[in-house]
């Protein structure tokens, strides 16, 4: 059996379901990983794509505004709404600058768990903030972004940037963790060693 390798979406949404409803969400990941990859089947990738080009291009919204505005009918709304709440965001990055960011892998007890960033914020003062961007409607409960937060940390041990987390719909973005780093873990161990038993059942 191919041995799970989930992104860090895929993990966000195990870890946010309810327990009752993790091992459905494995087996939908499961079924998603072997099937091949098709650009019109990911939902948000060309307003992923939106965020990273807006902040290493122009960084005034222009490429988020253009990706909702030529939207199919079926996303107008959803991307729409993304674009109206990335607007609220760009004040945050006026006095930083882009740099590229780098995929790694967070080590999870036993489970590889696949980080890619859009995006790296980097101050005058030396602060960096590694960036993942979540669009998704469903709200995050604190755990969960507690345990991202820790994922995206996990991935680039030794580095010094702040990871951080934009839930977009929200106009939120969350660089702190809430709980003591040892419960966190402990908890994303308990969630690897979950995900692993749905994916082989």
Do not use: C
């Not at 902040?55 to 505004?65: E, K």
């Not at 409607?137 to 940037?161: C, F, H, M, N, W």
């Not at 969350?174 to 082989?200: C, K, P, Q």
């Amino acid at each position: 059996m191919l041995e799970p390798h989930p992104n860090l979406t895929s993990f966000i949404n195990f870890a946010n379901a309810s327990e009752r409803s993790r091992e459905t969400v494995v087996k939908k990941i499961r079924l998603q990983s072997t099937a091949e990859y098709s650009p019109a089947t990911d939902y948000w990738k060309r307003m992923r794509d939106a965020t990273k080009r807006d902040r290493a291009t122009t960084r005034d919204g222009a490429a988020v505004f253009a990706t909702a505005a030529n939207a199919t009918e079926k996303k107008q709304s959803a991307f729409g709404e993304i674009a109206a709440r990335w607007e609220g965001l760009l004040p945050r990055w006026a006095d930083s600058h882009y740099q590229p960011p780098k995929a790694g892998i967070a080590r999870l007890w036993g489970l590889d768990v696949s980080v890619s960033p859009r995006f790296i914020e980097a101050w005058p003062t030396g602060m960096r903030e590694r960036t993942f961007v979540y669009f998704n409607q469903k709200t995050l409960s604190i755990e969960t972004i507690d345990e991202v937060l820790r994922v995206i940390q996990l991935a680039y041990p030794g580095d010094d940037a702040t990871p951080a987390l934009i839930d977009v719909r929200r106009n939120k973005v969350h660089t702190r963790l809430s709980a003591d780093v040892v419960d966190i873990d402990d908890r994303i161990a308990a969630l690897s060693e979950e995900f692993r038993m749905g994916w082989a059942a």
